[in-house]
């Protein structure tokens, strides 16, 4: 079932009409999907499987997304260039389960079948397992090149790996945890803030729906952790006091030092939310995004 424009109603109405069995969403379009299903439910019970896919859930979306379908959910993580990488299945969504099943719901799961994963540190040596490092993806599925950019294909591509870009870790058992973009890590005061963390602290407050975090120049510290906050409709907060409940939540340093709040967060054609034109207003007439 092709729609001509995204909506999350549109999504809710087609699923029943058709009793579509598989739905492939962006992360936002989940969220959207479940409180469409609350506010307005409609039969969804030939769904037996949603697959999420072009970034990360936040844990607390994806826990009430469980409660509302059930475990239908997969997360497969990888990159037009690769196809696959890894999967969270089903099975491993269980947000009732042990501290360390809980856990693997920040992953992205496994590598896929005749798919590898690998940690790397800057002098590309393998990382043992629980360190962060760059992500490499090797399989078969791999793009021969980027058409006419000789330069960069071999600068990403090298001994059979993608280098993503990407940063994470992997556990004992394999489990993918993607940290961020290599380009997305706040330096602040010489400590690497990883804003993913900083929005986890955030998405556990009821009254945030949406957020965003960058680092944005702060003459002592060199970056300062900026959040741009989406509020549920009808909810109200201050500022001092939603970085005071993220206090609670990640260390101090790592907490927003300053937040603000919109009535929607500027999104890329893929929905994924396009930080850089967040940064842009902070970073303009600068010589380069960083400090």
């Known amino acids: 079932v092709l729609m001509r424009k995204y909506s999350a109603e549109g999504v809710a109405e087609e699923l029943e009409r058709h009793r579509a069995t598989l739905a492939h969403l962006a992360p936002l379009m989940v969220q959207e999907l479940v409180a ?16 999420y896919a072009s970034g990360p859930m936040p844990l607390e979306p ?33 947000p009732d389960g042990t501290p360390a099943e809980q856990q693997r719901l920040q992953s992205a799961g496994q590598p896929s079948l005749h798919f590898a994963i690998r ?10 397992a629980g360190e962060m490092g760059e992500i490499l993806i090797g399989g078969p599925c791999l ?17 059979g790996w993608m280098h993503t870009g990407d940063i994470g870790s992997l556990d004992g058992e394999g489990f993918l945890t993607i940290r961020d973009r290599k380009k997305d890590i706040i330096i602040s005061g010489g400590e690497n803030i ?12 009821e009254d945030v729906a949406e957020a965003a975090v960058i680092g944005v120049p702060d003459e002592r510290w060199g ?6 906050v989406v509020l549920r409709s009808g909810a109200t907060m201050d500022e001092a006091g939603l970085i005071a409940f993220c ?24 929905k994924k939310i396009d930080k ?16």
């Open 223 to 228: 970056e300062a952790v900026k959040a741009v």
């Open 276 to 291: 850089k034109k967040l940064r842009e207003p902070f970073w303009a007439g600068r010589a380069r995004n960083v400090n």
């Open 143 to 159: 793009m021969q090149g980027y058409w006419r950019q000789d330069r960069v294909s071999a600068r990403t591509i090298r001994d």
């Open 119 to 128: 940690i790397v540190g800057e002098d590309g040596r393998d990382l043992p």
């Open 36 to 51: 469409e299903q609350r506010a307005h439910p409609r039969d969804h019970t030939a769904l037996r499987l949603v697959q």
């Open 247 to 270: 206090r609670q939540h990640i260390a101090s340093y790592k907490k927003p030092k300053s937040i603000d709040f919109v009535a929607e967060l500027p999104r890329l054609p893929n």
């Open 62 to 94: 994806l826990r009430r997304a469980l409660k509302t379908y059930g475990p239908i959910f997969m997360q497969v993580y990888g990159m037009t260039e690769t196809g696959l990488g890894t999967i969270l299945h089903p099975h491993d969504h269980r």
């Open 194 to 205: 990883f804003p993913r963390d900083v929005e986890e602290a955030l998405y556990r407050h």
